[in-house]
C-alpha cells in the first residue's frame, strides 16, 4: 500500500484521524493532515481506505503495492 497525502488540499476535517488514528493525525497549528505510518499494517488497509473515501477534500491518496497512487482509492469490500 501507498498513501500520498495532498496537504494543500486538506481541509482540516479530521475524518482521516477518526478513522485511522493509528496512520493519521492532524498538525496542531493548522490542522492539517500528518502522516503517522505511510506502511500501515494490513489489518488497518480497511482504515485507511474509509479515511481517503471521508476525506471531503481527497487530500489522501492510496494505492496498492505496484500501482500508482490514487488508482485504487474506492471502498473496501
Same mark, same amino acid.
Given at each position: 500500500?501507498?498513501?500520498?497525502?495532498?496537504?494543500?488540499?486538506?481541509?482540516?476535517?479530521?475524518?482521516?484521524?477518526?478513522?485511522?488514528?493509528?496512520?493519521? =493525525?492532524?498538525?496542531? /497549528?493548522?490542522?492539517?493532515?500528518?502522516?503517522?505510518?505511510?506502511?500501515? !499494517?494490513? *489489518?488497518?488497509? &480497511?482504515? #485507511?481506505?474509509?479515511?481517503? =473515501?471521508?476525506?471531503? /477534500?481527497?487530500?489522501?491518496?492510496?494505492?496498492?503495492?505496484?500501482?500508482? !497512487?490514487? *488508482?485504487?482509492? &474506492?471502498? #473496501?469490500?
Amino acid at each position: 500500500m501507498k498513501i500520498t497525502l495532498e496537504p494543500d488540499r486538506c481541509v482540516g476535517a479530521g475524518h482521516c484521524v477518526l478513522s485511522a488514528p493509528e496512520v493519521f =493525525d492532524q498538525d496542531e /497549528a493548522d490542522g492539517v493532515v500528518l502522516l503517522l505510518d505511510p506502511d500501515p !499494517a494490513e *489489518a488497518l488497509v &480497511g482504515a #485507511v481506505h474509509e479515511a481517503a =473515501d471521508l476525506c471531503p /477534500a481527497q487530500a489522501i491518496l492510496v494505492a496498492e503495492a505496484g500501482a500508482e !497512487a490514487g *488508482a485504487d482509492t &474506492g471502498p #473496501v469490500a
